[in-house]
């Protein structure tokens, strides 16, 4: 919920873009409008996945190819276990040192679920190993679109710490889901 990075392309970048703010529930374009939508990543953020999903079908022209990506439960799976391994330390000091020391404040759960990447205010990463199957994803997009491919670009570790595999390219495993459509 919100529009995160679009500021960026604002600072960081002067190559004359005519930059539309909006809401993927709300898409400020006109109705078959382009031959290509790309949605990547997008999807676990928004807070109507079924109306954004409306939203793209609307602008794209009748032979639109919609590419639609977003993380699966093999990313979150990669995410727990990494912060498991990584974070831990830093949870018990911060949660057994509240009585004695000006630390965030956790509850016990948090002490082994971190927040969850889609919903961090009030859900942990069971959510998300729950919610980001490819089948979950599947329900969601086919009562809008056919579905022509899936891919899973390549399996990959968290990026935010040292690196316990390297990136490896499966069929039918990946960190993220892309589904390639037709209306």
């Given amino acids: 919920p919100g529009n995160y990075g679009v500021h960026k392309i604002d600072s960081e970048y002067s190559h004359n873009l ?4 909006g809401f993927a529930e709300k898409i400020p374009l006109q109705d078959n409008s ?3 939508v790309l949605s990547s990543h ?18 794209g ?15 979150a799976l990669i995410t727990l276990f990494t912060q498991l391994l990584f974070e831990s330390h830093i949870r018990f000091v911060n949660f057994f040192g509240q009585p004695f020391i000006n630390v965030s404040k956790l509850n016990f759960k948090q002490l082994f679920f971190s927040y969850s990447h889609s919903f961090p205010e009030n859900k942990t990463i069971i959510y998300d190993i ?7 994803w599947k329900e969601h997009i ?3 679109f056919k579905i022509i491919k899936i891919i899973y670009p390549s399996l990959y570790p968290h990026p935010s710490y040292w690196q316990l ?15 390639i459509c037709k209306k």
Avoid: A
Avoid at 44 to 55: A, F, T
Avoid at 63 to 75: A, E, L, R
Avoid at 130 to 136: A, Q
């Fill in 18 to 21: 005519n930059i539309i703010r």
């Fill in 61 to 75: 022209n009748s032979d639109c190819t919609f590419i639609i990506g977003m993380p699966n439960s093999t990313m």
């Fill in 42 to 59: 997008v999807l676990e953020h928004v807070n109507d996945i079924d109306l954004s999903l409306k939203e793209m079908k609307r602008i």
């Fill in 130 to 136: 729950l919610n980001y199957r490819t089948k979950k």
């Fill in 165 to 179: 595999f390297k990136q490896k390219k499966y069929k039918k495993i990946g960190s993220s889901v892309y589904f």
């Fill in 34 to 36: 382009f031959d290509t």
């Fill in 142 to 144: 086919e009562p809008n």
